[in-house]
């Protein structure tokens, strides 16, 4: 499933960094705000991550669709996203 993951560190923390990136495919085109294919649900990534917070970081995770528009997301960015798995069951085709 995917999934949009904001946060806000009050300092380098590349343990947290590692954390994120080791949950599955991601693109993090914006400062702050990753998209991020994982398996596990957003509860638990808040969980993963929220281990590797200081005092003061802030965390965001919500589920997104196959419904999406971006602007200027650099090269490469819609082919990414189009070959990633949202989660979703899709209605069969007669």
Do not use: H, Y
């Not at 965001?60 to 602007?71: K, P």
């Amino acid at each position: 499933m995917m999934m949009l993951v904001c946060f806000k560190l009050t300092q380098d923390n590349p343990e947290f960094l590692a954390e994120l990136k080791s949950l599955g495919n991601w693109s993090n085109r914006i400062d702050g705000a990753w998209i991020l294919e994982t398996k596990i649900n957003p509860r638990q990534v808040r969980d993963l991550l929220g281990a590797k917070m200081k005092d003061g970081d802030r965390l965001f995770i919500a589920r997104i669709t196959e419904a999406w528009a971006g602007r200027n997301m650099g090269q490469g960015f819609p082919e990414w996203i189009q070959r990633r798995e949202f989660g979703f069951q899709r209605a069969p085709t007669a």
